[in-house]
């Protein structure tokens, strides 16, 4: 049995997601930029998202919108269906601008999550601005950015960060 029970995980990893947006928030505030949100879910990042960067246009991606009625994007900027294909469809517009990503597509399913992680680490790269960060609740084998520390009082593991090379 793990040594650390589920609402414990649950716990810490959103302690984790609130920490690294917020360290994100403080590092891009000074830059314009598109964000991308890849994973609407219910909603819960993207809010926050849009309440700490309201000057930027928030891209949002989900096979489906389930998000809570006062959650809900721009239609104009929710982008619905495979993010392996609405993804690369906007690579015109957003190619080398995007100076925040939030990758939040985990789930229970182990091979699932090995997918999604591999989508996301081939898929944003090309999008993110020199020095652009990507947040991910699944470690990525990315190429050309350094993996940051956690900041502090958050543990390892739970969410990642990673900033592109200048
Ligand atoms: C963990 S939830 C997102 C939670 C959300 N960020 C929130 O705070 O409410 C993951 C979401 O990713 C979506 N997703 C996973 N893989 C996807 C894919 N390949 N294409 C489109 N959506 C995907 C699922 O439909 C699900 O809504």
Redesign the pocket.
């Known amino acids: 049995m793990s040594t650390l029970s589920r609402l414990e995980k649950t716990l810490f990893r959103l302690q984790a997601?609130h920490a690294c947006l917020a360290h994100a928030f403080a590092a891009i505030a000074n830059r314009p930029g598109p964000v991308v949100?890849?994973?609407?879910?219910?909603?819960?990042?993207?809010?926050?998202l849009r309440r700490h960067l309201p000057d930027h246009e928030i891209h949002v991606?989900?096979?489906?919108n389930?998000?809570y009625e006062d959650?809900q994007p721009d239609p104009a900027l929710l982008h619905?269906?495979?993010?392996?294909e609405?993804l690369p469809a906007l690579a015109g517009r957003l190619a080398g601008r995007v100076v925040l990503a939030?990758s939040?597509?985990?789930?229970h399913d182990r091979d699932?999550n090995r997918?999604?992680a591999g989508?996301s680490a081939r898929l944003l790269p090309p999008l993110m601005a020199p020095g652009g960060l990507i947040l991910s609740?699944l470690p990525l084998a990315l190429e050309g950015f350094e993996a940051l520390p956690p900041p502090e009082g958050v543990r390892e593991g739970c969410y990642y960060l990673y900033r592109r090379s200048a």
Do not use: K, Y
């Open positions: 997601q949100e890849l994973g609407l879910g219910l909603g819960r990042t993207f809010d926050h991606f989900d096979r489906v389930g998000a959650c619905l269906g495979e993010i392996e609405t939030n939040d597509l985990g789930s699932g997918q999604v989508m609740d």
